[in-house]
């Protein structure tokens, strides 16, 4: 019977080692893993006391808490939505009503707003704050004016001018009985 005793000791002493080593694996990993998705000092300590503290229950909650991705992965992830952003065309729209526009268009369908200029010289749609035609090198658009009232006819104000009148127009007078 006495030789049962130290057999029984030794093994657990080696549950104990693994235990103990199991524990300190989980708590390393966590650590390394909480590392690689957060740099949010607060939620790294956080992590590894869960799993110093409960040890595989800590892991557990962790494994169910823990960020989804790793910060290299949403670099990757924000790197590639750039460059398909890029690859997409221009979605313009008219900044008076909002409707979508076509690069081609010089005013707007819906609105009438000017969205561009054609070219003096080859007639091509430009950019309203082009300074020159990149298509055939003339001057860029030109700011419209709105003339004013011409200088050679003298203002009237609308009570003088005098209004024409047609003889049925003019009001008839009756006489009484």
Do not use: H
């Not at 992590?47 to 229950?57: G, Q, W």
Request: aromatic content about 10%.
């Amino acid at each position: 019977m006495g030789s049962w005793q130290p057999l029984f000791a030794f093994i657990a002493a080696i549950l104990i080692a693994y235990v103990v080593v199991l524990w300190l694996g989980a708590a390393v990993w966590v650590y390394r893993d909480v590392r690689e998705r957060t740099r949010d000092g607060w939620t790294q300590f956080v992590s590894v006391a869960l799993v110093v503290v409960f040890s595989l229950p800590g892991l557990v909650l962790y494994l169910m808490m823990r960020p989804r991705e790793t910060m290299l992965e949403a670099y990757e992830r924000r790197l590639e939505t750039e460059a398909l952003m890029g690859d997409l065309p221009d979605r313009r729209t008219c900044p008076g009503c909002q409707r979508p526009t076509r690069p081609e268009y010089l005013l707007c369908p819906y609105c009438r707003t000017g969205l561009r200029q054609a070219c003096t010289n080859c007639k091509q749609p430009l950019e309203l704050t082009w300074i020159a035609c990149p298509y055939c090198g003339a001057q860029g658009p030109q700011q419209i004016m709105v003339p004013s009232t011409p200088a050679t006819a003298p203002y009237a104000p609308p009570s003088a001018v005098p209004i024409p009148t047609s003889p049925s127009a003019q009001p008839t007078q009756r006489t009484s009985p």
